[in-house]
């Protein structure tokens, strides 16, 4: 045996000087890959919770704070506070119906495709303003988050012409007995513009247990609208509901994006203690979140909501809860698989973007998901970015590699910059610029 | 003199039985940091919808940690912190107490 070993490695030494070939390379292939110096520097500090940004092709990165509101960066590092939720200070104008509470507040932003031309950006926030008599209880419809769309300033210091394109979007207004039962929960919020310069809006559930499967109501439901408001002509969800919709059956989902090679939407949602989820999107399809009461196998739940069962407020195995209420219901013919489902854990999936650029090696093409994580009932915290390679159906994984960023935090944003780098807020208070450096 | 000393240290045993343990900053601050800042956020600063835990005074974050280490409720996340509690020791809920009231967070 040692001689035969022997003359293998004369072999192959004698193979790796005759035609030139490292030896490290013939071992692994690690020799051609291109792993990418990956480093993480801060850009704004002292920030109140900021939830999402957005970027101009200059660099100029507009950010928006939960409980404070609307603000932009301009690409020489002047911040100009633009429009502020009631009782906010500091701010060029106040939304007086604006107002946060515990998940909800002042959320997704981004600028429409044509900004340069119309200088049009939308913002989602919560606001009270449409509210009308339906949020007496938590069972009703209760219209408190909307979608704004605003003119900003050639100076970038104010904004104008506020119209609110979507008014209608579900709202908890009451405290219920279930974990995170403050008013506000589940809402959803992010906004991303997709191909065709169609908007994209990513809904919650609203601790309602109807709200997903319901076709009327736009809670738990992922909209495609143009910049007035109005359903993208080709959207095909099933009969009787809302032509806003693009797809339902979702929980809450915080991570939209569109995958460069083919513009596949994904999202990234948060799991009930059990399976976050990424999705690839299907026109119509149905997510397959339903946390009803008295369907699928199930009886009554508390306050009508199933999303936390069988046992909402102590530790059990995350694939018993599952198989109770699951994320993806198989019952449902029109299900949308999902892509990855973080290994059974319910850690907090936040948002995603893809990693765009050459420089992002190896990496490039992968999906960034934000990843804020508690540790309930024996799961590891694990607040992380991982980088997914998704297959190209989008059906699968081929594997994940978690960021070397060399910190923890709760990842809340993540959106990629003009400058091919990865922009990440965090619940802490800052925004992080992540760079990648090709080694090739 | 000895002997007002020696008075005085008699006293202050029997008022405050909890001086037997001298609290350890730097204990509360590694204990945090295990699992504690995972939804209060560095230095108990209080994050997303997690309430701010640092600079409160020591006898009210203690009757806190102890009220949810007895299973009480205290609030909409209640499910979360008494587990969490439930494993404290007496030296760990002091120990965080002392380390919370001037926590600061400094980003780096």
Redesign the interface.
Known sequence: MKKISSSFLSGALASALIFGVPLAAQADGHEGMDVPKINATIVLKGLENPWDMAFLPDGTMFYTEKCKGLSVRTKDGTVNALYGVKGSSGYAATGDDLFCEAQAGVLGVVPDRHFAKNRILYLYSSSMKYRGDGCKTNFERCDGNIVMRFKVSDDLKSVSDRTDIVTDIQYKPFKSNQPFGDPGAHNGGRLRVGPGGYLWVAGGDRHRGVCPQDPALLCGKVLRIDMDGKAHPDNNPPEGFDKRIYTYGHRNVQGIDFRPSDGKAFTAEHGPWHNDEITALVNGGNAGWDPAQNTGGRGECPDEYCGYEPNQKEGMDPAVRAAYTPMSDTRFKDLMPATWNNNGFSQGTGSAAFLKGSNWGIYEGRLAVGIMGIGFGGTPPGSRIDMISITPDGLGINGITRMPLGFSKRFRGLVMGPDNALYVSVDAGEIYKVTAESMK | MLRFSSTLLVLTALISPQTAYSADKALGEIRYNE?CI??H??AG?G???YPKVSGQEISYTTAKLEAYRKGIEQG??S??MI?MAKPLTDEEIANLAVYLKDAK?V?E
Do not use: Q
């Open positions: 699992t995972n939804c956020g560095p600063k994050v997303a919808s909409s996340n499910f979360l587990p967070y980003v």
